[in-house]
């Protein structure tokens, strides 16, 4: 069973085009992340949602739209992609907000390639 | 600010061999610490974590970290390294204001050799 599950894994596109990332977990958990791996292996926070409530944003370009229609599930869009937004996306869930010391699963990530 | 060292880009060690990956952070009050593992092409994977008590704490896999407060240090140590402990080590601390934020640090490649 997939816990914390992303589509696609791979993701070639222009840039300039409108592209979207879907995670879904099945652990009943109430906060999930996206976060991004560049090109060094660094991995930043991006965004937080808990309980289709959006908690962190960080700094991100506007371009980037999380979208939560329900707890399991946290969608990425990103508009007019240019180069810099090639990276690897994680998703990730944790139990509740509110206490740092939960456990976050991750996702397998979604390799995404802008031309 | 919050952040994370791993000193160690990249480190090779011998199958059988001890290995120590080591963890600074910078941190004003009790820091909630974590050691993450990516296998190649995977996601991330908890091997343990610290947020009180007792300093030595242990994890999945044979892996073990020691929480130093005085040098700000929370190494990864494991007695045995195995060809599968191949994989990229992620040292985090939880961010301030309980948002779930994790701060990770750069990251250490660990290669083994046979």
């Known amino acids: 069973d997939t816990a914390v599950s992303q589509t696609p894994k791979y993701l070639v596109t222009q840039m300039g085009n409108d592209k979207s990332i879907k995670c879904e977990q099945n652990l009943g958990h109430d906060t999930m992340y996206w976060y991004k791996q560049d090109s060094k292996k660094f991995l930043k926070i991006m965004f937080s949602?808990?309980?289709?409530?959006?908690?962190i944003n960080e700094t991100v370009p506007n371009r980037f739209s999380p979208k939560s229609p329900d707890k399991a599930h946290l969608n990425l869009h990103i508009n007019s992609l240019e180069l810099g937004d090639s990276a690897v996306y994680f998703c990730?869930?944790?139990?509740?907000?509110?206490?740092?010391?939960?456990?976050?699963?991750f996702g397998p990530g979604t390799r995404l390639t802008v031309l | 600010a919050q952040s994370v060292t791993q000193p160690d880009i990249h480190i090779t060690v011998s199958e059988g061999a001890s290995l120590e990956l080591r963890c600074n952070y910078s941190?004003?009050?009790?820091?909630?610490l974590f050691w993450y593992v990516q296998s190649p092409g995977q996601g991330l994977q908890l091997l343990l974590k610290?947020?009180?008590?007792?300093?030595l704490v242990q994890g999945i896999k044979g892996f073990e970290a020691e929480f130093k407060r005085s040098q700000s240090s929370f190494n990864l140590r494991k007695p045995s390294v195995h060809w599968s402990d191949a994989a990229e080590y992620f040292c985090a601390v939880g961010g301030s204001g309980n948002t779930g934020k994790l701060i990770f640090g750069q990251g250490t490649t660990l290669q083994v050799k046979p």
């Open positions: 990730a869930s944790s139990h509740d907000l509110g206490r740092s010391t939960d456990t976050q699963y």
């Open positions: 941190y004003g009050a009790t820091p909630y």
């Open positions: 610290y947020f009180s008590g007792d300093t």
């Open positions: 949602y808990n309980n289709k409530e959006l908690i």
